[in-house]
T-cell receptor, first 111, second 117 residues
Framework: GQSLEQPSEVTAVEGAIVQINCTYQ??????LSWYQQHDGGAPTFLSY????GLEETGRFSSFLSRSDSYGYLLLQELQMKDSASYFC????????????FGSGTRLLVRP | SAVISQKPSRDICQRGTSLTIQCQVD?????MFWYRQQPGQSLTLIAT?????????ESGFVIDKFPISRPNLTFSTLTVSNMSPEDSSIYLC??????????????FGPGTRLLVL
């Protein structure tokens, strides 16, 4: 089967750094994406890793280790508006480009 | 990035009826997908909408329940047929875009919030 594991909930304070981990077990692998979804909103693309290493986009960074089937999203200088659900998603290796989503991590940023 | 719109944005329907959801993209895209997100849950892929041919459905989803059309490269519809309360979900279309092969990205429409009574 195919599965992606991520913590269900994370709490952090404003200004802090938080890391959301994602481990995956899929029949194929092309890349790992991260999406943010606020309550009542649609998922918005944050970051994508196809190769091992760190990708940085402003306050957000994403890391991938293909050999460990593991990645994480790092959020720095947390702001209240970062309170949302964060999903990791795998693009399988079958050229279909469809996404398999993790169960999501609900991030609560406290003042 | 592609701009995606969906109609309707929300609806309340009676069981046994059908609802057709439209997805319009502002540019031609090769890959379009339909997802379902049940309350408090993650996103589940329903099917890949193929232009000019039948959609490719994921396990657990069938054409009779979720017929899909894709008449051109900018438009698709998803019909939720013979609805039951279990079909109450957010339905999202998405499109795939590739940035020179280095950044494989899917962009999502705003979603259609469906409540079946």
């Amino acid at each position: 089967g195919q599965s992606l594991e991520q913590p269900s909930e994370v709490t952090a304070v404003e200004g802090a750094i938080v890391q959301i981990n994602c481990t995956y077990q899929t029949s194929g692998f092309y890349g790992l994406s991260w999406y943010q979804q606020h309550d009542g909103g649609a998922p918005t693309f944050l970051s994508y890793n196809a190769l091992d290493g760190l990708e940085e986009t402003g306050r957000f960074s994403s890391f991938l280790s293909r050999s460990d089937s593991y990645g994480y999203l790092l959020l720095q200088e947390l702001q209240m508006k970062d309170s949302a659900s964060y999903f990791c998603a795998v693009t399988g290796g079958d050229s279909s480009y469809k996404l398999i989503f993790g169960s999501g991590t609900r991030l609560l940023v406290r003042p | 990035s592609a701009v995606i719109s969906q109609k309707p944005s929300r609806d309340i329907c009676q069981r046994g009826t059908s609802l057709t959801i439209q997805c319009q993209v502002d540019s031609q895209v090769t890959m379009m997908f339909w997802y379902r997100q049940q309350p408090g849950q993650s996103l589940t892929l329903i099917a890949t909408a193929n232009q000019g041919s039948e959609a490719t459905y994921e396990s657990g989803f069938v054409i009779d329940k979720f017929p899909i059309s894709r008449p051109n490269l900018t438009f698709s519809t998803l019909t939720v047929s013979n609805m039951s309360p279990e079909d109450s979900s957010i339905y999202l279309c998405s499109v795939f875009q590739s940035d020179r092969g280095t950044k494989e990205t899917q962009y999502f429409g705003p979603g259609t919030r469906l409540l079946v009574l």
